[in-house]
């Protein structure tokens, strides 16, 4: 029991490195999950990565930079 508590306990902030899913970024992001998707669409907030077909993160460095500033964000395209 104590290893599941110790597994889900929620970090005190979000990394500065790094990649994040979703579940991940919620308790650190002050919108919903579909104001997140709708914002990501517009190209107002970090642009996910598709790393296979059921994992898609988000790059810490661009969230922390978003949170900076939501209103002025504007998403960088991705190096592909």
């Not at 077909?53 to 460095?61: A, I």
Request: hydrophobic share 40%.
């Amino acid at each position: 029991m104590r290893a599941t508590a110790e597994i889900s306990k929620i970090p005190e902030t979000l990394p500065a490195m790094g990649f994040s899913r979703w579940n991940q970024l919620q308790h650190f992001i002050p919108v919903s999950r579909e104001t997140w998707r709708k914002l990501v669409k517009d190209g107002r907030a970090p642009q996910p990565q598709r790393w296979s077909e059921r994992c898609t993160v988000y790059s810490n460095e661009e969230v922390h930079r978003w949170m900076k500033n939501p209103a002025a964000y504007q998403a960088q395209a991705l190096a592909a």
